[in-house]
């Protein structure tokens, strides 16, 4: 019982913060792939460092264990992404965003885009075994993490990480500001 | 606290302060319930929990038996928290579309691209929404379950999802957009 609570007080927090940074809405998510507004990026990016840096650091102290991360089988996780962006691209929302924005009132959101998600997922559980083994066979690692699989040290990846976005968020806002004064 | 209840309010928060509430949810769900954040996944038990209700013989199946098992489970009520957060957010900024007028077809740049006719936004919605939970079937998660979580624990899945999603992302928002793009 507890267990649901927690879920549900985290997946308030989660919508709330979806609505705050604006992926409720079809232009911001698009915009992003038209490099006008990168602000879907950057929510992603530091949702990211904060929390992989928070969870290395638990694991560190011995207070967290991971559970299972997803599975990486190197072809179906690109040619997912491919379809899964050009689905973005259409709709202008992903699972999350349009159930956020569906709390909203936006009918566009809650009526063809919670109808598309579950007629998605049948399709998808009915057609599982003729597509998914095929796919996830090819290059399959299994759930691994990357400092396991390149003998890393935890701690510098994710410091790398996290300047490789501190070195992309200076960028982009460089960039808006260089768009700015040319117009 | 004048100030942080009038931040609250605003419509729009900084991407650093709203990512920075996400990763925090991110690193509970593991902490309090060793479960990742995901979307996608809710919505197989969903169906399938309907699914075996009214079609039976199709939905026994592998999938839907083993692989995603229906059922009321912790993403399902992620997903319901979701809903709710959302309205949240737009109730504390006053911007609930609930009975308002032009909460049929929500987005002004989709209306100066494709035009005010709300069937065409929700052929396109229903048609990509249906692409985005095939997709994120193949891939293993979507954007929250796939991205999010498993870049926050540094699996190589998450990195290349996001390449592949951006990739697609750009060559299909050029495509719509042609000269405006």
Redesign the interface.
């Known amino acids: 019982m507890s267990?649901?609570v927690?879920?549900?007080?985290?997946?308030?927090?989660?919508?709330?913060?979806?609505?705050?940074?604006?992926l409720?809405?079809?232009?911001k998510i698009?915009?992003?792939?038209?490099f006008t507004d990168m602000?879907?990026l950057?929510?992603?990016?530091?949702?990211?460092?904060?929390?992989?840096s928070?969870?290395?650091l638990?694991r560190g102290l011995g207070?967290?264990?991971?559970?299972a991360?997803?599975?990486?089988?190197?072809a179906?996780?690109?040619?997912?992404?491919?379809?899964?962006?050009?689905?973005?691209?259409?709709?202008?929302?992903?699972?999350?965003?349009?159930?956020?924005?569906?709390?909203?009132?936006?009918?566009?959101?809650l009526?063809?885009?919670?109808?598309?998600?579950?007629?998605?997922?049948?399709?998808?559980?009915?057609t599982?075994?003729q597509?998914?083994p095929l796919?996830?066979n090819i290059a399959n690692?299994g759930?691994?993490?990357?400092?396991d699989?390149w003998n890393l040290s935890?701690l510098l990846?994710?410091l790398f990480?996290a300047v490789m976005s501190f070195f992309l968020f200076y960028l982009i806002d460089r960039a808006g500001l260089q768009r700015k004064k040319e117009i | 606290m004048k100030q942080i209840i009038s931040y609250i309010r605003?419509e729009?928060?900084s991407?650093?302060?709203?990512?920075?509430?996400?990763?925090?949810?991110?690193?509970?769900?593991?902490?309090?319930?060793?479960?990742?954040?995901g979307?996608?996944g809710a919505?197989?038990n969903?169906?399938?929990l309907?699914?075996q209700a009214i079609a039976p013989s199709?939905?026994d199946?592998?999938?839907?038996n083993y692989?995603?098992p229906p059922g009321i489970t912790?993403?399902v009520?992620?997903?319901?928290?979701?809903?709710?957060?959302?309205?949240?957010?737009?109730a504390t900024s006053g911007?609930?579309?609930?009975?308002?007028k032009g909460?049929?077809?929500?987005?002004?740049?989709?209306k100066s691209i494709f035009g005010p006719q709300?069937w065409k936004?929700?052929?396109?919605?229903?048609?990509?929404?249906?692409?985005?939970?095939?997709?994120?079937?193949?891939?293993?998660?979507?954007?929250?379950?796939?991205?999010?979580?498993?870049?926050?624990?540094?699996?190589?899945?998450?990195f290349?999802?996001?390449?592949?999603?951006?990739?697609?992302?750009?060559v299909?928002?050029?495509l719509?957009?042609r000269k405006r793009?």
């Open positions: 267990t649901y927690i879920a549900l007080f985290l997946g308030v927090a989660f919508g709330f913060s979806l609505n705050k940074a604006g409720t809405k079809y232009h698009v915009n992003v792939f038209r602000a879907v950057k929510f992603m990016m530091t949702a990211l460092v904060v929390s992989m928070g969870l290395y638990l207070l967290v264990t991971f559970p991360p997803p599975a990486t089988y190197i179906g996780n690109i040619i997912g992404g491919l379809i899964f962006g050009f689905g973005m691209a259409l709709s202008g929302y992903c699972p999350g965003t349009c159930a956020a924005g569906s709390g909203e009132g936006k009918l566009d959101y009526i063809p885009g919670l109808l598309g998600f579950f007629v998605g997922a049948a399709i998808y559980g009915l599982y075994q597509v998914f796919i996830s690692e759930n691994v993490v990357i400092p699989l935890p990846t994710v990480f | 605003r729009e928060w991407p650093y302060v709203a990512g920075t509430l996400l990763g925090v949810v991110g690193i509970l769900a593991v902490w309090m319930s060793n479960s990742l954040l979307a996608s919505f197989e969903l169906v399938g309907a699914g199709l939905f199946n592998m999938y839907f692989v995603m912790w993403g009520v992620l997903l319901v928290g979701l809903f709710f957060g959302g309205m949240l957010g737009a911007t609930l579309k609930w009975g308002k909460s049929a077809n929500s987005d002004d740049q989709w709300i936004r929700w052929l396109l919605a229903f048609v990509g929404a249906i692409i985005l939970e095939y997709a994120a079937g193949i891939a293993g998660g979507c954007t929250s379950g796939l991205a999010i979580s498993g870049g926050m624990l540094l699996a190589p899945s998450a290349l999802f996001i390449a592949g999603m951006f990739a697609s992302g750009i299909t928002a050029y719509i957009y793009y």
